[in-house]
């Protein structure tokens, strides 16, 4: 069955340093997503993006936030300066293009960002 | 702005019996989905049941249903013949239609469910 791949599993920085988190979509999917959890806390979304551009941000994802899609696979998250509170389990997801196909978000196992 | 509530941090049940979890949500919207997912210790969330605002009927998805009940805006979960894989963190989810505008999953803070042996 496809599934939503994220690389790394864990990722560890320090401060003021630059991260970039990765996922893979799967394949015929065209909205992709960023969550974060902060330990202990709820998931919180941060961005969507579909057909080349951003669809909806949330307050969290300020400038140092940046998506990408550099190619046909990969879809990146980009923290330009990490703050000791950027530290958190990141999850992509994706969805199918097409209304009334399913609907649902898949998930990805996650990269556990810890920075020092 | 919507929000969703999940009243109970843990919840604890005995292996084969049955167990609710209890979520509320806010909203102004007539139309909604709604989403219990799971996330065992390995961390990656799988979608355990939905529901369509619009649909009177309530979900079932094997030992898995819930009762909707749209005026109270209430959405629980109830897991029937628990099984040891069923402990996990489980989160209630909402989201708008697509025509919203907003496709984002505003979930509630979790509850954590342990099976008993």
């Known amino acids: 069955e496809p599934e939503v791949t994220q690389t790394p599993s864990h990722q560890v920085t320090q401060m003021g340093q630059e991260v970039i988190l990765r996922c893979v979509p799967i394949s015929n999917h065209l909205y992709f997503y960023w969550y974060r959890q902060i330990l202990g806390q709820k998931v919180e979304f941060l961005v969507s993006?579909?057909?080349?551009?951003?669809?909806?941000k949330s307050e969290i994802f300020d400038d140092q936030f940046s998506v990408e899609r550099p190619d046909g696979s990969n879809f990146t998250l980009k923290i330009r300066s990490t703050k000791l509170e950027d530290s958190a389990m990141y999850f992509c997801a994706s969805r199918h293009e097409l209304a009334g196909a399913s609907y649902e978000q898949y998930f990805g196992p996650g990269t556990r960002l810890t920075v020092t | 702005a919507q929000t969703v509530t999940q009243s109970q941090p843990e919840m604890s049940v005995q292996e084969a019996e049955t167990v609710t979890l209890s979520c509320t949500y806010d909203t102004s919207e007539s139309d909604y989905y709604l989403f219990w997912y799971k996330q065992p210790p390995s961390r990656q969330m799988i979608l355990v049941i939905r529901?369509?605002?619009?649909?009177?009927q309530n979900a079932t998805e094997n030992r898995f249903s819930v009762n909707f009940q749209k005026a109270a805006k209430s959405f629980s979960l109830k897991i029937s013949d628990s099984q040891l894989g069923d402990a996990a963190m489980y989160f209630c989810?909402?989201?708008?239609?697509?025509?919203?505008?907003?496709?984002?999953?505003?979930f509630g803070k979790g509850t954590k469910l342990t099976v008993n042996p």
């Open positions: 529901q369509e605002a619009y649909k009177q």
């Open positions: 989810a909402y989201r708008r239609p697509d025509w919203g505008g907003s496709e984002k999953l505003v």
């Open positions: 993006f579909y057909n080349n551009e951003i669809s909806e």
